[in-house]
């Protein structure tokens, strides 16, 4: 059975097919399920004879969303013998949608003992494609043959690893053996706002009301450190929002104001009054940002900063924030993370995480000693970080003042006669300028001091 089915999601279905396609396939459906795990189940479940053979085009949130969670786990009753993941050429397969694509081969019947597993990763073009099948060594050097029982259950989440390498799963099993963060932390989303919420506006300091905070987004968040806000909410109107994430009721951080944890080992002489089910260890929070190509954790206290749910926000309930955010800002947790517990990335340009990819973070044994260490090594780093942060506009003076006269354009001042700026401005502008190319490099708000460049040519 070869296959490239539909990828339609379940919402954009006619609502009459969707209540007869979640009938129909009641034990794998989920609120959003792709339309091509119903291939996919059907063809396993159905279309194949004892001892077929599947070989399928599917997106790659079979592998790793919640939507073929069940489905996922069905498929543990057949033999899947190669995998290849096709995300670093999603735009030249399908250049005109988002979707990642995968290849999954399979055979009904029930996985034996010691059963091996091909994960072919690596490949960034259709022609490597073409080469990892006509040319044995090539192929060798992006092939991994895995334990398929042992790759199927490294996942914390359930989550195919699609990524993973032989020489990774020894490392990888050692870190999924450690306790996991969500024993000493508690993630979620922040506020989301709603349609009908109307707690915020532009920030102006000298405007700003005793009930306004900084209100953040996730480009805010930087590795250690929070970037400056642009806009306030007003914490009186709370309740209009979809979901107050932990700024529905600050009763704990108001109770200990001013007593952040100063020893990285967490304080629990705290009043416990307003929060259910955990007490924080800490009156500071994490801040990570949901879509970003690496973990990143930035420490702030949520009586002064709040955030949208473009952002998670993690409640410390051992050691101090400063010492979490440490942890989780690490390049082993980035590398467990990455290969384990990211929805997806686009092109290298962006991955998704969820509070359950925090959650399942190898948590390290940590002396006490080390801790406090972490700790200091946190407020450096985030004294470090708040240094060298400019924006976009900072940025380009910053690169163009030594000897470079030009007139601005653009955002960088020039004015057009309409709406638009029209190309005989541009020209006339060009006789202007004393040098025709300049290439500038703008180190802007993006989390990590991650830099962006643009190539400004002359007409």
Partial sequence: MIGNPPFVRNERLPPDDRMVLSDIFASIKSTNTDLSTYFLYSAMRYWLKDDGVLGMVAPIGIANTGMAEQLRIALRKCSIFHIVSLEWMAK???PDADIIPMLIFARKEAPVKEQKLTIVTGLRHKAELRQAITEENF?????????????LNLSPTGDWPLEVTALDMPILEKLKAQPALGTAVKASFAVKQGAEAKTLRLAV????????????RGQHVCAFSL???EEVVDLSKIEQVSDASIWKDLSFYRDNQGQADQSGLGRYDYKPEGLVNHHPSDTLCCFVPEIYVTLLAAVGDPLEVCANNSVLVVVPLKYSAHVIAAIINSRVARYFAFLLSRSAILLRRRSTWFPRALKN????????DQAKHLHRLALDANALSQGVQLDEIDAYLSMTAAGVTMTKAGFLGLKGSGETIDRDELVSVSRKLETTRLRVTAVGKSPAGSRCAERFTAP
């Fill in 92 to 94: 030249e397969i399908f």
């Fill in 205 to 216: 300091e000298t405007d700003r009301k005793e009930t306004e905070i900084a209100f953040l």
């Fill in 361 to 368: 973070l190898p948590l390290p044994d940590l002396s006490d």
């Fill in 139 to 151: 192929f060798k050097q992006h092939a991994s043959q895995l334990d398929y029982e042992k790759w």
């Fill in 227 to 229: 970037a400056s806000d």
